[in-house]
Nanobody
Framework: QVQVVESGGGLVQPGGSLRLSCAAS????????MGWYRQAPGKERELVAG???????NYADSVKGRFTISRDNAKNTVYLQMNSLKPEDTAVYYC?????????WGQGTQVTVSS
């Protein structure tokens, strides 16, 4: 059994910053890719940013230059630093962890950008 737990969401004004954290624990062999997805009301879940165990990253075009994903492999933890937040970034943010043959999701954390 593997648990994926996110933290760090909340309410922030436009232009503000938030840092999300996600930790995977349990019967982990080797997590390859960790990533952040988000789902806004009425929309499909979309990839925000991903990072491999080797440190390669990819970002959605809408967050490039504003969000930074990082990872601590020893702790199976991934972070998402979100700067210059916009109202359109409002969504539930989900963490995902993958290892060969498996994919785990967290329960999600709400991020609301509003004045």
């Amino acid at each position: 059994q593997v648990q994926v737990v996110e933290s760090g969401g909340g309410l922030v004004q436009p232009g503000g910053s938030l840092r999300l954290s996600c930790a995977a624990s349990g019967r982990i062999f080797r997590i390859n890719t960790m990533g952040w997805y988000r789902q806004a009301p009425g929309k499909e879940r979309e990839l925000v940013a991903g990072i491999t165990s080797g440190g390669s990253t990819n970002y959605a075009d809408s967050v490039k230059g504003r969000f930074t994903i990082s990872r601590d492999n020893a702790k199976n933890t991934v972070y998402l630093q979100m700067n210059s937040l916009k109202p359109e970034d409002t969504a539930v943010y989900y963490c995902n962890a993958k290892q060969p043959g498996y994919s785990w999701w967290g329960q999600g954390t709400q991020v609301t950008v509003s004045s």
